[in-house]
């Protein structure tokens, strides 16, 4: 298992790589779906503003919304790439990242007001589907826009990546985070809250490199689950 796993996985998701993200991803699974269940009877609060009124509905965004997912999936293959310093920096701060959203999500659950009446065509068909899938909870800051901004940041910060792949990337990061807006899946200080969040722990981490002992952690486990020699060998490679 561990050879198929280092000559098939290993090329395109270093193993040193794959524990952390399971992490990630598991904490992410856990504070959204978890505080959702905790503050369900709670009172939410509204921070819709005058502006907010001002962005029309366009249905066609979704698309756009949905791309979400695969963006930060590739993102974070792109980046575990990168070499070790900067994928731990950017790991750790997405799973300090969610630590923050939770705690917000508790102390200032908040809610919106879906338009009604999306129209007829692809874009509405997906934006109900989306509607269906997503209540309207758990929205400051919006975990959509910090996840894609942050692996923009990331991005931005490697020395390795052209400068065409990085506008792209911020091209996509910010379409990602008006197609929150566009679909009223969130409001504008959802966004802005999350693009902050991903700015400063970024900025944050690379300052204080507060993530060694996520690092160790990480390693170790990866280590007992791989191979040791496979780990290293793997980080080697970058």
Request: hydrophobic share 50%; aromatic share 18%; net charge positive.
């Amino acid at each position: 298992m561990r050879k198929w796993l280092k000559r098939y996985i290993d090329p395109w998701l270093p193993l040193y790589y794959i524990v952390p993200f399971v992490f990630s991803v598991s904490l992410n699974t856990v504070v959204y779906y978890g505080t959702q269940w905790m503050t369900r009877g709670w009172k939410h609060w509204n921070m819709e503003t005058f502006l907010d009124g001002k962005i029309p509905l366009i249905p066609e965004f979704t698309g756009i919304y949905f791309l979400f997912f695969l963006f930060c999936t590739v993102s974070h293959i792109v980046i575990a790439h990168q070499g070790k310093e900067l994928a731990y920096q950017f790991i750790a701060s997405d799973m300090l990242s969610r630590l923050i959203c939770g705690f917000f999500f508790l102390v200032l659950p908040t809610t919106n007001i879906r338009p009604m009446g999306a129209g007829t065509g692809l874009g509405a068909d997906m934006l109900r589907l989306l509607y269906d899938m997503d209540y309207p909870v758990n929205l400051f800051p919006s975990i959509h826009c910090l996840a894609s901004w942050m692996c923009f940041v990331a991005v931005r910060f490697s020395r390795r990546l052209p400068l065409w792949y990085k506008g792209v990337t911020g091209v996509i990061a910010g379409l990602i985070c008006f197609s929150t807006l566009a679909v009223k899946q969130h409001v504008i200080a959802d966004v802005a809250a999350g693009i902050f969040l991903a700015e400063f722990l970024m900025f944050f981490s690379a300052k204080i490199h507060w993530y060694g002992w996520i690092e160790r952690k990480m390693e170790n486990l990866s280590c007992r689950i791989f191979g040791r020699e496979n780990v290293e060998e793997s980080e080697k490679n970058l």
